[in-house]
């Protein structure tokens, strides 16, 4: 390497691998520098930086000290060196410098949280609340509050919060209504879902699990001053009461992850820290609340929202108000809303709540994770089901409005080959073996829902990968032949079978030969096999 004429010379080509992450190039050419010029101490300062980044914590803190003994009045070598002491885990001393740091980088929020974190681990709670105070004083960011109420609510989830975090005990709607003495405006009965283990092709159907499950009591109620949050399925009360069934469900509540709910920092047993701050929230007089967690697909929006329509056209005012869903939903999810009701729609932005003077909320039909727990033991007949009277409902609403297709005895394979889970590993050879039968390849996510029902309308036949487009078999002719190419393992696919043999559909299942624990693991199916049940006629 050709020899710097001095060290101002390095800078800006040190800067620059840096800004571009070339951490490895940025650190040779350091050490080069130090050698050249051992006095200078800007090379120290941004050679201690480079060390933190490659994971040298070690060497990142000597460079840093050898900086600030050169001295350097670079706010980074103190940060660094902060940094450093508290990569290993020398939180005394990380928090005397980070505090340091912090008061030279008033506006970096990572200085901020980090100095209160190793205040808390060196000298507990109560010597760090000074700092806390000090640190917010100067950068009254909702992220240094976010970060002292994580710190207390892992030691005592009962303590009072900063502004804008709530620590909120967890309640359901049901216990929430006992509670303050109100009543739901629709109470009905117990759901109780279906199971019937699906045939699968060339195998016995003696050994075919039946039965069913529980669900919950279904209602329609009205919530005063509660807020929703976007893609939450939290609704959160006056005096900081979250209110959620399934999270309260006293059987399997405690095996739900909440890593896809942004606004919920961390869960404690029965109570929940709740992010109120990062989130924009406007006023609205009433609505209809059919917004939550996994809105976005289908696969949850038809059995949690749409199939809740049900009950929550029971309430005396359904008509009368706008229904609340989330923003980002494929516009299929919209059309389907639409077909079924009239009412306006409100839709939540991203980072966006609604705080509402009346709520109407309607009952899950039965327990259905987003995400459990690697631990958990919920059986796979609690995975989720479908309520047989709310399919009929909808089945019969949409029916009304959209009359039959004039196309009949249409053939068709639903592909799954944009989708990036649970995928058909040979479904190119299916597809052409398919279309040379005469059958037509289709991709719904590509098709209005309107044309997702008349493709059924008209189905004499369909072969699909198992997958939500399924849920829109229930708009298809009873006689409907349907092939669902599978993993081996079926899962909870009991509680689709059980309904739809309810509402008198059959289908058959043509498996692959590998066995798999994952849900959404991809698979082969052999072509003779899938042939084979085409060929077999219905029983």
Not at 14 to 19: K, S, Y
Not at 101 to 117: G, K, N, S
Request: proline share 7%; net charge negative; aromatic share 8%.
């Amino acid at each position: 390497m050709e020899q710097p004429l001095d060290a101002l010379s390095l800078r800006e080509p040190i800067a620059g691998m840096v800004r571009q992450n070339q951490f490895r190039a940025a650190l040779e050419l350091c050490e080069t520098g130090r050698h050249a010029f051992p006095q200078d101490p800007w090379l120290p300062t941004i050679h201690a930086y480079v060390l933190l980044q490659i994971g040298e914590s070690e060497k990142a803190g000597q460079a840093a000290t050898e900086a600030l003994a050169l001295g350097s009045d670079d706010p980074l070598a103190v940060l660094v060196l902060g940094v450093a002491h508290r990569n290993r885990g020398r939180h005394a001393e990380a928090a005397e410098t980070l505090l340091a740091a912090h008061r030279l980088f008033p506006d970096r929020l990572d200085a901020a949280t980090m100095v209160i974190e190793e205040t808390v681990a060196a000298h507990g709670l109560e010597a760090a609340r000074a700092v806390y105070e000090e640190v917010y004083g100067r950068l009254p960011d909702h992220g240094v509050a976010v970060c002292w109420a994580t710190l207390l609510f892992g030691a005592d989830p009962r303590a009072e919060m900063p502004p804008a975090v709530v620590s909120a005990p967890l309640m359901s709607v049901p216990a929430w209504l006992a509670k303050t003495g109100a009543t739901a405006e629709f109470l009905g009965d117990q759901e109780i879902i279906r199971l019937e283990e699906p045939p699968i092709f060339g195998e016995p159907d003696a050994e075919r699990f039946m039965g069913s499950v529980p669900g919950y009591v279904s209602y329609a109620a009205t919530l005063r001053d509660a807020t929703v949050f976007a893609k939450s399925s939290l609704v959160l009360m006056p005096g900081g009461v979250v209110l959620n069934d399934m999270l309260a469900d006293e059987r399997y509540g405690r095996y739900l992850l909440l890593t896809h709910d942004k606004t919920v920092i961390h869960r404690e047993d029965d109570r929940l820290l709740v992010d109120v701050g990062k989130h924009r929230i406007e006023e609205l007089d009433a609505g209809i609340m059919l917004s939550g967690w996994a809105s976005e697909h289908f696969g949850h929006w038809v059995p949690e929202y749409i199939f809740r329509l049900a009950y929550l056209e029971r309430h005396p005012r359904f008509a009368e108000l706008p229904i609340i869903v989330d923003s980002d939903m494929p516009i299929q999810h919209l059309e389907y809303l639409r077909l079924l009701v009239s009412n306006p729609i409100v839709q939540i932005p991203a980072g966006g709540g609604l705080r509402c003077r009346e709520l109407v909320v309607g009952s899950p039909s039965t327990f259905f994770p987003v995400h459990l727990s690697d631990d958990h033991q919920v059986p796979p007949e609690n995975h989720g089901g479908l309520p047989t009277e709310s399919m009929r409902f909808v089945q019969e609403r949409v029916m009304q409005r959209s009359p039959p297709s004039a196309r009949q005895g249409r053939k068709l394979y639903l592909s799954r080959k944009s989708r990036g889970w649970r995928r058909l590993l040979n479904e190119d050879e299916i597809s052409a073996t398919l279309a040379v039968r005469g059958f037509e390849i289709l991709f719904p996510e590509t098709m209005s829902f309107e044309e997702q029902v008349k493709m059924y309308q008209g189905a004499e036949v369909v072969v699909a990968p198992n997958g939500s487009s399924l849920l829109n078999a229930i708009f298809a002719p009873k006689a409907l032949k349907l092939i669902v190419l599978s993993q081996r393992g079926l899962f909870n696919w009991a509680t689709f079978y059980g309904p739809m043999h309810e509402l008198g559909y059959d289908m058959t299942f043509v498996c692959s030969d590998e066995q798999t624990d994952y849900k959404h693991g991809d698979y082969a199916i052999p072509l003779a096999r899938l042939i084979a049940a085409l060929d077999t006629p219905p029983a």
